[in-house]
């Protein structure tokens, strides 16, 4: 026998074999499909309202394909039962249907019944020390303790006993699938002579229906992940019994081991949409923090809730998303006799949820991929124009440079913020943290700082002198102007150089020279690698921004590459943007302008604008 297929478990009393479940379980549910193959019985009576046999046996007869049984009454809340592969009472309905076995629900239709919530162990447990040690640990651990028991408790397990006495009459073998708290109790009521009168509460209309994809991806008490494999597992299970009337290798299911495909088929997805790749450590990391988040809510396996929290934890809202999707995929889900569908929330099926958001990021809205050559052959000669503006060599060195500046501090900035202080160990770290160390003084301990590491490099930065909102007023005082009204974006002549974007003064305000224009920038953008970006000015992408300092910052985002982006302005970007950087994984890093030199801000806010090339050789004689 093979680990993981302990034999089956009951209860007997005479003829009557009693199996303890747990409601909505993918372990208790195995435990029923393995006991009914053993026991080969004759009749099968599960805990659920008698009333409502016929649509609770026609939705057992849906299986795999997902069903709701509704019940009406004036004045009182509908009542549903959500029939799905991984509860025990419909695992044994659908077992007896399967198998031309007679099947009867024997429980006591009751109003207002509380929702308790019994404290159970973790059914995992179940997979490992099997169902029968399981039920000793549950009655040993209410040894002299009362269970939180209801008057209807009470009418509802009479009425289950007296229900099963009839039943025994008529059948030699019985299977009474039952919850681990009434089984017992059942069982001992079953020795009465005499019963009294029960009836059933009165409801105005029982009817069936199926639920609407959303609801069902929300809805099902084990997530579609688990069911969907739970019935791939049942019916190898089943074609196995019937080549060599033995158990198969994979039933019951074990938990553990579908959490990790899981997660490892959520990698692959991931993988493919995002471009990212997905090391064996991630796995590694993923599981051992799930499992660690388990125990500490006293689980052995985590819920949905948990899986989900750890992979937006551990990796990101985007694989937390893939997972999800998978996770709650239930492909069963037919309707081939198109009953009608019910679009309820997890509050009307269960009462409670927990509700967890994904921060997607998405791929830039801008082809960021190099495009290939045509063939030179085919290049047709164009004149060059008569006009024609390039920039100034040196300032383009200087204006590099500081850019190169800004991507390092922004590095920095991070890396600090990130940085922690630790008692001395077993390394020096990044040096002494001597204020801490004083602090800590009578602790007779060293401390080290250890810096942060930064979430990545920086392919774009924005400097913004004056954000030009357009309040100056011309001299007639009636019309508002803009300060730096021209507004261009510029290629990159070499691999070296970048790609800049910018407002600045009229090209012809300032005229030094022939053919030398000296402007002002009002702000710019760079951005690598070059060649790459289009006109911004005109890219109905940006119409939604504010201000001209909003759209270069906004297309810093669109063409960065790597992950930081470097703002350099007088006041921080609003949240808007911060939240539409985040949304494509990006960070931005805010520097005040007010904490850089103000001699290098005048010496790259002024620049030279030349037209044509030809006009570089002799620039130096009026450029000062």
């Not at 640990?137 to 028991?149: C, D, F, N, P």
């Not at 803009?482 to 507004?487: A, R, S, V």
């Not at 992408?541 to 504010?546: L, Q």
């Amino acid at each position: 026998m093979l680990p993981n297929q302990q034999s089956p478990f009951f209860l007997q009393k005479g003829h009557i074999y009693g199996l303890p479940t747990i409601h909505y379980n993918m372990e208790t549910a195995a435990q029923v499909k393995l006991a009914f193959d053993m026991l080969k019985p004759d009749c099968v009576a599960v805990e659920l309202a008698e009333n409502m046999e016929l649509q609770l046996l026609h939705a057992a007869s849906r299986l795999p394909d997902i069903s709701l049984v509704a019940s009406y009454a004036q004045e009182k809340s509908p009542i549903y039962y959500l029939c799905e592969p991984c509860d025990a009472a419909f695992e044994g309905l659908r077992s007896a249907i399967e198998n031309n076995v007679r099947a009867h629900c024997i429980d006591l239709d009751v109003d207002d019944y509380p929702d308790f919530n019994d404290l159970l162990p973790d059914a995992y447990a179940i997979q490992k020390i099997g169902l029968e040690s399981y039920y000793d640990v549950y009655q040993k651990s209410h040894i002299g303790v009362a269970l939180r028991k209801h008057p209807l408790d009470e009418k509802r397990e009479q009425y289950m006993a007296k229900r099963l006495k009839e039943l025994s009459f008529s059948y030699d073998r019985i299977l009474f699938i039952s919850g681990m708290s009434h089984l017992e109790n059942v069982f001992r009521l079953i020795d009465n002579n005499t019963f009294p009168e029960m009836e059933h509460a009165q409801r105005d209309s029982t009817e069936l229906f199926t639920l609407s994809e959303r609801a069902m991806r929300d809805g099902l008490a084990e997530y579609g992940w688990i069911s969907t494999n739970y019935e791939k597992l049942r019916n190898a299970h089943i074609e196995a019994r019937h080549a060599s009337d033995h158990y198969s290798g994979t039933f019951p299911p074990d938990r553990q081991q579908l959490i990790f495909n899981l997660y490892r088929q959520a990698a692959d997805n991931y993988s493919q949409t995002t471009g990212n790749s997905f090391g064996s450590y991630h796995l590694r990391n993923l599981m051992k923090f799930v499992r660690n988040y388990a125990f500490i809510n006293d689980q052995l396996m985590p819920n949905l809730f948990q899986i989900l929290t750890s992979a937006r934890g551990c990796v990101d809202g985007n694989f937390a998303y893939t997972t999800w999707e998978l996770a709650t995929e239930y492909s069963y889900r037919k309707n081939i006799d198109n009953l009608p569908e019910l679009d309820l929330s997890v509050e009307e099926l269960w009462g409670h949820s927990k509700k967890i958001k994904f921060q997607l990021k998405e791929s830039s809205r801008k082809d960021l991929s190099f495009k290939k050559r045509p063939d030179k052959s085919k290049f047709k000669f164009q004149p060059p124009g008569t006009f024609g503006i390039c920039s100034y060599p040196p300032e383009d060195i200087s204006i590099e440079n500081f850019g190169e500046f800004l991507k390092k501090k922004g590095v920095q900035i991070l890396s600090e913020e990130a940085a922690r202080t630790t008692p001395f160990a077993t390394s020096l770290e990044d040096g002494i943290d001597i204020r801490e160390s004083i602090r800590h003084w009578f602790e007779k301990k060293l401390y080290v700082k250890v810096k942060g590491k930064p979430p990545g490099g920086v392919s774009s930065v924005v400097i913004i002198f004056d954000e030009d909102v357009g309040n100056e007023k011309t001299s007639n005082q009636n019309e508002l102007v803009e300060k730096y009204p021209w507004k261009l974006s510029w290629l990159g002549e070499h691999s070296q150089e970048s790609d800049m974007a910018f407002y600045a003064t009229p090209l012809s305000a300032n005229i030094v020279g022939p053919g030398i224009s000296r402007c002002e920038y009002g702000g710019f953008m760079l951005s690598s690698p070059p060649r790459r970006m289009l006109n911004i000015w005109s890219d109905l992408d940006y119409e939604g921004c504010r201000t001209k300092a909003e759209l270069l910052l906004v297309a810093a985002i669109d063409y960065a590459v790597k992950p930081l982006v470097v703002y350099v302005a007088a006041k921080p970007p609003r949240s808007l943007i911060k939240s539409f950087a985040a949304r494509y994984g990006k960070k931005i890093v805010f520097i005040p302008i007010s904490q850089l030199s103000p001699v290098m801000l005048n010496k790259i806010r002024v620049f030279h604008v030349l037209d044509g090339y030809d006009k570089r050789h002799n620039a130096d004689e009026y450029i000062h």
